[in-house]
């Protein structure tokens, strides 16, 4: 899996952030998406795509390899 976010479509809900906090952080400045692991291991899977079908502004995007 490789994720993706675009960072100026983040509404910084911090959803990712609750649900997979190895992989995603936010700004302290404005709370927009910081992505720490653009290649997280299988265990982090299931938590990254709730993250990406929860986020309100469809900032996260996935490549499952």
């Known amino acids: ?8 479509k983040c ?4 959803q990712c952030v ?9 700004r302290d400045e404005d709370g927009l998406v ?3 692991d653009d ?9 990254v795509r709730e993250s990406a079908t929860v986020c309100p502004a ?3 995007r996935l490549v499952e390899s």
């Open 11 to 14: 509404v910084a809900s911090g």
């Open 34 to 36: 910081v992505l720490l």
């Open 39 to 47: 290649t997280p291991p299988a265990e982090l899977h299931d938590a």
């Open 58 to 60: 469809a900032a996260i």
């Open 18 to 26: 609750l649900l997979a906090p190895d992989v995603f952080d936010q």
């Open 1 to 8: 899996m490789h994720v993706e976010v675009d960072v100026p």
